[in-house]
């Protein structure tokens, strides 16, 4: 593995026990840096491996959708953990004492804790550091390059840390090495009580809100499998239309870290015949786009705040206050698709009917947030909200980014002046009209007959 994935937090003296990964954003085995790095660290020191997930009593706006799909993928892990002679061990409480009490009572070597540039994730770490006086390293097995190394400073737009992602490429882009059975079998080998975890998750003999994508690791594999062998093909055309099965679907499963972008990367790059054009788009969007937000999040904790975009943006905007808003809602009315849009109601209706919505239909979706709100505070609270609450892939960068990019020209450089909007870019139902069939998008998720 490439030393210049870890990164040392703690520098406390080593334990005579197992090695322990916190596994919190990457919920893998196969094809995970940190549980590689954590394995090797163990075999050094002839020590158990454990795998420890803390389910924390609240992870922003999650609901019972994110938790069922994240605790069936957990599951999942469990007996593969345990046929590899790996711990795996679900904690539920505040994560910085949980885990910290867990390292102090088994003695741990040596703590391997996943990189997470939310302040959430950020905050439990540094107080894990105080609580746990112990080693530990953070290892970045997110990115492809990691985010420390792809730059030192925020990037003011993809076309500046473009070059210097696929000037690392070469060295992070790679397979990886097969997760061996582990020699040091844990001491004690108990199963965790699912039905406390889902009833301290709230979920509890429930079902999903939600007929949701089929949720796991080997799902994620699977979904892999049908877009590069169909719908990479039309990638680069079909990407922005939402009536096409274009997009990859695997948004969800990255989120959870359920699989690999870099799995998916090396495995697009090895697709054979995928049509001239469609893989470097994908590239761009799974590797540049995504580690932009990344890298975003993690050197500007304004991530989810008008504070983090730039000064021409919260003055356009702020010029615009008092424009004149032909509609206004609350955030109840937009929850329940209850605006005077048809379409901008179908694409609120998917993400409450799949937990997903179309990439192109959330940048239309939440530009109109900002149009029909009171202020663009209002708007940016609406939006967050909804996305957090109602995806699968919410409470990540590549939400937050997005929706500043939408809102606040994040990432994005002044346009023509209109009301409202200022100088931040516009978008509308014509625009839509002219790249994919409307009628058909909502008639999709409203079922109403239109004239």
Known sequence: MNSERVCQLGFGPEGNGPVVYWMCRDQRLEDNWALLYAR????????????????????????????????????????????????????????????????????????????????IFNNWVKSLCSEFNGSIYEVDAHNIVPCRVASPKQEYAARTIRPKIHKRLPE???????????????????????????????????????????????????????????GIKIYDKGRNDPNEDAQSGLSPYLHFGQISSQRVAYEAARCKNPGEGNVEAFIEELVVRRELTDNFCFYNSWY??????????????DDHRQDKRVYVYDTEAFENASTHSELWNAAQTELLKTGKMHGYMRMYWAKKILEWSESPEKALETAVYLNDRYSLDGRDPNGYVGILWSLGGLHDRGWTEREIYGKIRYMNERGCRRKFSVDKYIMTWLGMKLG
């Open 304 to 317: 989810d705040s008008f504070e983090g975009v730039a000064e021409w943006a919260r003055k356009t905007l």
């Open 40 to 119: 090797e660290e163990a075999l050094k020191k002839r020590v158990p491996l454990e795998i420890v997930f803390c389910l924390a009593p609240r992870f922003l706006s999650a609901g019972a959708r994110q938790y069922h799909f994240m605790l069936s993928g957990l599951k999942e892990l469990e007996e593969k953990a345990r046929n590899l002679n790996i711990g795996f061990r679900v904690l539920c409480g505040e994560p910085d004492k949980k885990i910290a009490d867990y390292c102090l009572e088994q003695s741990c070597s040596t703590l391997i804790v996943d990189f997470f540039p939310l302040r």
């Open 172 to 230: 992070f882009l790679e397979d990886y090495p097969k997760l061996e059975h582990y020699p040091y079998p844990p001491e004690e080998a108990a199963k965790n009580d699912w039905d406390e975890i889902y009833r301290y998750a709230g979920i509890y003999g429930t079902e999903p809100s939600i007929d949701l994508i089929q949720p796991g690791c080997d799902a994620a594999c699977e979904r892999l499998e049908k877009f590069l062998s169909s």
